[in-house]
């Protein structure tokens, strides 16, 4: 299982361009694609960060793999050029303060993260999706070990945020508890057959007083059969619309009449009824812990960020920013 607090970092680090949670390898192997379409004879440097000159085709590169990881058009792009040239002033300001500290990413580390990365893609389908996209293998692999130095720089950084405290969880809880409601929400029971007639002889054996979820194990065709027919908490609005009517106008413990659907013939029973109100702190403790932690590493996020800026001065050329929104 993936350790929390470091899922955490990656949210907080990438909350606009999610840069490190890698969601698709399809989108990763186009992002790098793209680097290939550039001038390269434009070397004019455009930014500095401490020792690191950024030229026009870097930068070009930087914002490309961005907006592809995005996925945002060219009109969003121009329009939001401000913030994606500052993200990527973000990653060279990480890479001057690892270089410092003698940060590195072994071969060993490398080598994991390649397999796990490739894990559900056999050898030869990963070899046809760089081959297909244009993509060098040893730049793929320049860019993953890039991306898992700068996590690991920024982990190195930040480090663990202070446990949410219950106090924190209360007051958090106490002053956005409408963002906790639940609607009415039904727990159900189902059997599902493909003709009536089959319906008709499973309501008969119900009304005599068979077991429904033995009856669903044995006759029903939907994935939950093996439950008993057990379905789970329904809300309003998740059902079809004819089906919804039907069931949550029935109390707890009463069965539904034979109810048509373009996946067969349907008995439900409805175990248990929730009314309409507010989740309580102990159900949304964890959600809400998760929500403040991620907060507090946003925090030391921007203030580390701002302590490099002051570290390691940035200089960028005057226009760089309207040029960019003009030409690209």
């Given at each position: 299982?993936?350790?929390?607090?470091?899922?955490?970092?990656?949210?907080?680090?990438?909350?606009?361009?999610?840069?490190?949670?890698?969601?698709s390898?399809?989108?990763?192997?186009?992002?790098?694609?793209?680097?290939?379409?550039f001038?390269?004879?434009?070397?004019?440097?455009?930014?500095?960060?401490?020792?690191?000159?950024?030229?026009?085709?870097?930068l070009?590169?930087?914002?490309?793999?961005?907006?592809?990881?995005?996925?945002?058009?060219?009109?969003?792009?121009?329009?939001?050029?401000r913030?994606?040239?500052?993200?990527?002033?973000?990653?060279?300001?990480?890479?001057?303060?690892g270089?410092?500290?003698?940060?590195?990413?072994?071969?060993?580390?490398?080598?994991?993260?390649?397999?796990?990365?490739?894990?559900?893609?056999?050898?030869?389908?990963?070899?046809?999706?760089?081959?297909?996209?244009?993509?060098?293998?040893?730049?793929?692999?320049?860019?993953?070990?890039?991306?898992?130095?700068?996590?690991?720089?920024?982990?190195?950084?930040?480090?663990d945020?202070?446990?949410i405290?219950?106090?924190?969880?209360?007051?958090?809880y106490?002053?956005h508890?409408?963002?906790?409601?639940?609607?009415l929400?039904?727990?159900?029971?189902q059997?599902v057959?493909?003709?009536?007639?089959?319906?008709?002889?499973?309501?008969?054996?119900?009304?005599?007083?068979?077991?429904?979820?033995?009856?669903?194990?044995?006759?029903?065709?939907?994935?939950?059969?093996?439950?008993?027919?057990?379905?789970?908490?329904?809300?309003?609005?998740?059902?079809?619309?004819?089906?919804?009517d039907?069931?949550?106008?029935?109390?707890?413990g009463?069965r539904?009449?034979?109810?048509?659907?373009?996946?067969?013939?349907?008995?439900?029973?409805?175990?248990?009824?929730?009314?309409?109100?507010?989740?309580?702190?102990?159900?949304?403790?964890?959600?809400?812990?998760?929500?403040?932690?991620?907060?507090?590493?946003?925090?030391?996020?921007?203030?580390?960020?701002?302590?490099?800026?002051?570290?390691?001065?940035?200089?960028?050329?005057?226009?760089?920013?309207?040029?960019?929104?003009?030409?690209g």
């Amino acid at each position: 299982m993936q350790d929390p607090n470091r899922t955490l970092l990656k949210m907080a680090y990438f909350r606009l361009i999610k840069s490190f949670q890698v969601v698709s390898v399809f989108a990763f192997i186009f992002s790098l694609s793209a680097c290939h379409v550039f001038d390269h004879s434009e070397e004019k440097i455009v930014i500095t960060v401490g020792s690191k000159n950024i030229t026009r085709t870097d930068l070009k590169k930087d914002i490309e793999n961005i907006k592809n990881e995005m996925g945002i058009s060219d009109q969003e792009l121009k329009l939001g050029i401000r913030t994606i040239i500052n993200k990527a002033v973000e990653k060279y300001l990480i890479m001057e303060y690892g270089k410092k500290l003698g940060i590195e990413i072994s071969d060993d580390e490398l080598a994991s993260s390649i397999k796990e990365f490739k894990r559900d893609y056999p050898d030869e389908v990963f070899k046809e999706m760089l081959l297909e996209n244009s993509v060098d293998y040893d730049l793929w692999k320049e860019n993953l070990y890039q991306k898992l130095l700068i996590e690991k720089i920024t982990q190195k950084a930040i480090g663990d945020i202070n446990p949410i405290t219950f106090n924190e969880t209360q007051a958090y809880y106490d002053s956005h508890v409408d963002e906790f409601k639940h609607p009415l929400m039904i727990r159900l029971r189902q059997i599902v057959v493909q003709t009536r007639e089959e319906a008709e002889m499973i309501l008969n054996r119900l009304a005599k007083g068979e077991d429904m979820g033995k009856l669903a194990e044995k006759y029903s065709i939907t994935p939950e059969a093996k439950a008993g027919g057990i379905m789970g908490w329904v809300a309003k609005g998740q059902l079809e619309e004819t089906i919804e009517d039907a069931v949550f106008s029935l109390p707890s413990g009463k069965r539904s009449d034979i109810l048509k659907s373009p996946y067969g013939y349907h008995i439900f029973e409805v175990m248990d009824v929730r009314s309409e109100g507010h989740k309580s702190l102990p159900e949304v403790m964890k959600e809400i812990e998760t929500r403040l932690t991620l907060q507090k590493r946003e925090l030391s996020y921007i203030k580390w960020i701002s302590d490099l800026k002051d570290r390691y001065p940035v200089k960028t050329e005057e226009d760089i920013y309207t040029s960019w929104s003009k030409e690209g």
